[in-house]
């Protein structure tokens, strides 16, 4: 089962900030957090993670709560070509090493 | 061009019929894995494996073998065990089994049974 819970489905309008919601209540100390995303029929590509602080990179930013029960993905400005299925995702605990475990994510809707 | 090539993109079988998917990969990647996503779901883990003559079941194996004889060779055989096995297929790659590296994927084969 996957340990992160997300919203199923986000709109945003082009060129405005999208928040990505992830709670992780049972997240370990030594677990870090991971960003896919998944565009229509295509596999998922990496986008950022972290571990406690904050982190940015070229395609997004990356903010954890500071108990690290929760994080939230930041697209800066958001484009059509962003319209995908975001995963939030943690380190396998239950047993395949450095395995990911994908939840069902959260599908955003970019609106021109 | 480095990366996973996946192959075929779009694959038909009969039932009871054994089929192989390719994933072939440049990167020099140690790690390697066979994921399965069914229509508006996540991915499951089917087989992975940390090293050449390696490898381990995931959470849904039933149905499916493997080989790891390469480095750079991943095949995923679908046996007519597979009870469902209409499917997109999901290849990924790690430079090691560390959890704290990137997976890169290649773009799937969807396979169909007719």
């Known amino acids: 089962d996957a340990k992160t819970t997300q919203p199923n489905s986000m709109e945003s309008n082009e060129e405005e900030p999208v928040h990505l919601p992830c709670n992780h209540s049972?997240?370990?100390?030594?677990?870090?957090i991971h960003w896919y995303r998944q565009l229509p029929s295509q596999g998922p590509e990496y986008v950022i993670h972290g571990l406690t602080s904050n982190v940015n990179n070229r395609m997004a930013s990356l903010a954890i709560a500071e108990d690290r029960k929760s994080s939230t993905l930041i697209l800066h400005r958001a484009t059509l070509r962003d319209a995908a299925v975001y995963y939030c995702?943690?380190?396998?605990?239950?047993?395949?090493?450095?395995?990911?475990?994908f939840g069902k994510g959260t599908k955003l809707s970019v609106k021109p | 061009d480095g990366g996973i090539t996946q192959s075929p993109k779009y694959l038909f079988r009969k039932e009871g019929q054994n089929v192989t998917l390719s994933c072939e990969q440049n990167l020099n990647h140690d790690a390697m894995y066979w994921y399965r996503q069914d229509p508006g779901q996540g991915l499951r883990l089917i087989y992975y494996s940390q090293i050449v003559n390696d490898f381990q079941k995931g959470d849904i194996a039933e149905g499916y073998s493997v080989s790891r004889e390469k480095k750079e060779s991943f095949p995923l055989t679908v046996t007519s065990a597979q009870k469902n096995p209409t499917a997109f297929y999901l290849c990924?790659?790690?430079?090691?089994?560390?959890?704290?590296?990137?997976?890169?994927f290649g773009q799937g084969t969807r396979l169909t049974v007719v």
């Open positions: 049972t997240i370990s100390g030594t677990d870090y």
């Open positions: 995702i943690l380190r396998d605990v239950g047993g395949s090493q450095g395995n990911l475990i």
């Open positions: 990924a790659t790690r430079p090691r089994a560390n959890r704290n590296t990137e997976a890169f």
